[in-house]
């Protein structure tokens, strides 16, 4: 299993770009990297996800360097709505290499006015 | 609307009293897993089931049963809790047919004991 670390917190204005990278070393082949945003009192829920290079949806983006070794999570110009916990999963369940995740301790975002 | 549900999502009780945290997801999916977080220590495994009556440990399931008896309902129970399993818990569900599936949260169940 794939253990990831990531920085504990970090801190923004609001207008500003975010990266938050974390660190897989011991990442599988088939393994996906999966970015998880969790607000207060709520359950986390799915931001991106990406295998190699680079991907982009409506809120984020995710750059993946070749040795798959580290995914960078990028926010565009984050609100004082981004504030939230950010977590990296390397990792998802299948049948090929079973359910057990371990997420890591996730990357407290505060963004300021 | 596709969701995941959990029962209580509050609740106090006190040590050796027996109790169960219900989840239920409406999307049919096979994998469900129970998770709890602790401040400082993210998100952390208890219990996973990759289909119907079938579960597995995951990193911190001692004190805790689970079972999976129908694809939509994976209870997490408490034989006898201990103030140290206060904490947050959350229910998830995925389904696990291919290479990137993610999983859905439930809103929580914050347990105390006392």
């Given at each position: ?42 359950g ?13 949806n ?18 565009p ?37 | ?23 239920s ?54 034989e ?7 904490s ?27």
């Amino acid at each position: 299993l794939a253990k990831t670390t990531q920085p504990i917190s970090m801190d923004s204005y609001e207008g500003q770009e975010v990266n938050i990278t974390c660190s897989h070393n011991n990442i599988a082949t088939n393994d996906y990297i999966t970015w998880y945003q969790q607000f207060p009192s709520q359950g986390p829920r799915f931001i991106i996800q990406g295998y190699k290079t680079k991907v982009t949806n409506e809120v984020a983006s995710l750059f993946i360097p070749a040795d798959r070794k580290s995914s960078t999570l990028s926010l565009p110009r984050v609100s004082l709505s981004d504030t939230a916990v950010y977590y990296c999963l390397v990792g998802e369940p299948t049948y090929n290499q079973g359910g057990k995740l371990i997420f890591g301790q996730g990357t407290e975002l505060s963004v300021k006015p | 609307e596709a969701q995941v549900t959990q029962n209580p999502r509050y609740l106090i009780t006190v040590t050796g009293k027996k109790l169960t945290v219900t989840c239920s997801q409406n999307m049919n999916h096979e994998y469900m897993s129970w998770y709890r977080q602790d401040p400082g220590l993210g998100l952390r495994q208890i219990y996973y089931s990759m289909n119907v009556e079938v579960t597995d440990k995951g990193d911190v399931p001692e004190g805790y049963k689970v079972s999976r008896k129908e694809k939509r309902n994976f209870p997490l129970i408490l034989e006898s809790p201990s103030p140290n399993q206060t904490s947050l818990y959350f229910c998830a569900s995925s389904s696990p047919s291919g290479f990137s599936y993610t999983q859905y949260f439930g809103p929580g169940t914050r347990l105390t004991v006392l």
